[in-house]
C-alpha cells in the first residue's frame, strides 16, 4: 500500500533552515508528480510547492526564493529545503501524491514551529 512518511520537522529560531524528508513506498515513485503541503493551526491545509517526474518546480509565492523542494528518485523521497525561515511558516507540513483523480495520499504531517 501507499505510505508517505515525513520527518525532519522542528522547533528552530526565525531566519534559520530545516529540511524535511518525505519517504515514499507502494508506488513507482520516479513517475509522479510530488508536492509539499501545510496548515497552520485554525487555517485550511495550502499548497506548498510541487515537483514534476522531470524535477522542475514550482512554489507557492509566500515561500518562494526561500524553499527548495527537490526528489530522489534512487531513495523514493522527495525534500523541501527550508531557509529565512518565519514565525508564519509554522505549521504541520505534509506531503502528497495523487495517483489518479480518486486516489489522493498523504503523509502524517511533520511540525514546524519557527519561534524564539
Known amino acids: 500500500q501507499v505510505q508517505l512518511v515525513e520527518s525532519g520537522g522542528g522547533l528552530v529560531q526565525p531566519g534559520g533552515s530545516l529540511r524535511l524528508s518525505c519517504a515514499a513506498s507502494?508506488?513507482?515513485?520516479?513517475?509522479?508528480?510530488m508536492r509539499w503541503y501545510r496548515q497552520a493551526p485554525g487555517k485550511e491545509r495550502e499548497w506548498v510547492a510541487v515537483?514534476?517526474?522531470?524535477?522542475?518546480?514550482n512554489y507557492a509565492d509566500s515561500v518562494k526564493g526561500r524553499f527548495t523542494i527537490s526528489r530522489d528518485n534512487a531513495k523514493n523521497t522527495v525534500y523541501l529545503q527550508m531557509n529565512s525561515l518565519k514565525p508564519e511558516d509554522t505549521a504541520v507540513y505534509y506531503c502528497?501524491?495523487?495517483?489518479?483523480?480518486?486516489?489522493?495520499?498523504w503523509g502524517q504531517g511533520t511540525q514546524v514551529t519557527v519561534s524564539s
Open positions: 502528497n501524491v495523487r495517483l489518479n483523480v480518486a486516489l489522493n495520499y
Open positions: 507502494g508506488f513507482t515513485f520516479s513517475t509522479y508528480i
Open positions: 515537483v514534476s517526474t522531470g524535477g522542475n518546480t
